[in-house]
């Protein structure tokens, strides 16, 4: 853990039960925060029944998000605690809702970063319920309005009960533990990818090798595509190159960024720190876009807009993807081969997990093994 923070000990306290209705739901095993500083720690999570179209999921493996860090160390703002984090949820359905006909017990199964939206608007009829325009429901932290506007507990837990219009089929040729970051890693870089039509010929900029850059190299070169990544670190080159990129630039070599001016079609911008783009800008040919992926906390360097008008340059956000379009990506992962390498901890180490995130310490996504929650709540209550 980071110097300085005290180890919290284990806690008891369990997350206010789910709404009237529940009673025959489960407790669920979780680890979670109790406020911002306390670290993450044993606890005990209500899960309701299914209702009629809910699938109950009992969670394998849940991958760790630097999101993650930051909503349970209250970095985002005001948040309701206990939080259960955790939207990278691989697992098995143990029992479904009387209206469910596409999941059975038994099915592999996956739920990603959200678990409901208004499903009326222009956007969810779309299917891009991540842009719902009366907000999505996140699938923690956030008010379950369909659930009596219960906190929503996430997949650092060893059950979840979700809509099945919200839960993904996860292939069986597929590691579940290595697919549990495509659920938001590998669809955040996968769909701006799909929006500009990468194929075969592209040349696709990656900026950044850590959870979301590694899979954007793998995604991408799948597509067909040449990749380029873009690292300020010498000792990033190598493991670039591993990873299948074609060229690797060293963005801080001034020499090294005039060569590959005007050689990019597109650029996946992962960084989560202030960055100047404007240099980015200047490797896109005609015609060419950047999509912003990396969130950072502070302001970036002002955006130079002649450099976007002398050749026609997008630079655009994206966020996550729809849940059909999550679904096409791990059918396309499956097709081709792709998972995300990782490194499985225990609920023992979730908090130094957390630590190494914020340093930079994984190669390149942690995942958690949920059968190692069981044990923790054990002692949480003894």
């Known amino acids: 853990m980071t110097p300085g923070r005290p180890v919290p000990p284990p806690l008891a306290n369990p997350i206010p039960p789910a709404p009237a209705g529940s009673e025959a739901g489960i407790r ?4 979670g925060a109790v406020s911002g500083d306390s670290g993450l720690v044993p606890l005990t999570v209500a899960r309701r029944a299914p209702k009629p179209d809910d699938v109950e999921i009992a969670i394998d493996f849940c991958g760790l998000c630097h999101s993650d860090v930051h909503a349970t160390r209250g970095e985002w703002g005001g948040q309701t605690y206990p939080l259960v984090p955790g939207h990278e949820i691989v697992g098995t359905v143990s029992r479904t809702g009387s209206n469910v006909t596409d999941f059975a017990v038994g099915d592999r199964v996956g739920v990603g970063c959200m678990v409901d939206s208004c499903r009326e608007c222009e956007s969810c009829l779309d299917g891009l319920e991540q842009y ?3 907000g999505m429901t996140g699938t923690y932290g956030a008010k379950d ?6 906190i929503t ?3 650092y837990s060893s059950s979840i009960v979700v809509d099945r219009r919200y839960v993904l089929r996860v292939p069986d040729s597929l590691d579940p533990a290595a697919v549990a970051p495509l659920l938001c890693a590998g669809v955040t870089t996968f769909s701006p990818l799909r929006h500009f039509d990468v194929e075969e010929g592209d040349v696709v900029g990656v900026v950044g090798l850590g959870g979301l850059g590694h899979m ?6 799948a597509m067909g595509a040449k990749v380029v990544v873009f690292t300020t670190s010498e000792s990033k080159v190598a493991a670039a190159l591993e990873l299948g990129a074609d060229d690797v630039v060293l963005s801080r070599d001034g020499a ?3 060569a590959a001016n005007r050689t990019i079609d597109l650029i996946i911008d992962t ?3 202030p960055h100047d783009l404007n240099p980015f800008f200047r490797t896109l040919r005609v015609d060419g876009a950047l999509f912003q992926l990396g969130l950072p906390s502070d302001a970036m360097p002002p955006v130079n807009p002649g450099a976007l008008i002398r050749r026609r340059i997008a630079y655009a956000g994206s966020l996550i993807g729809g849940i059909a379009e999550t679904q096409e990506m791990l059918d396309f ?3 081709h081969g792709v998972v995300a390498d990782i490194e499985v901890v225990a609920a023992g180490q979730l908090n130094e997990a957390y630590d190494r995130m914020v340093a930079g310490d994984v190669k390149y996504r942690f995942v958690l093994d949920t059968s190692t929650l069981q044990a923790a709540a054990e002692e949480a209550d003894a």
Not at 216 to 221: E, I, Q
Request: net charge positive.
């Open 271 to 273: 960084v989560a720190a």
């Open 28 to 31: 669920a095993a979780a680890y």
């Open 333 to 335: 992962c499956a097709e």
């Open 145 to 150: 309005r369909r659930n009596g506007d219960a």
């Open 132 to 134: 719902c325009e009366n």
């Open 216 to 221: 954007a190299v793998k995604l991408a070169k």
């Open 153 to 155: 507990q996430g997949g």
């Open 256 to 258: 090294a960024m005039a």
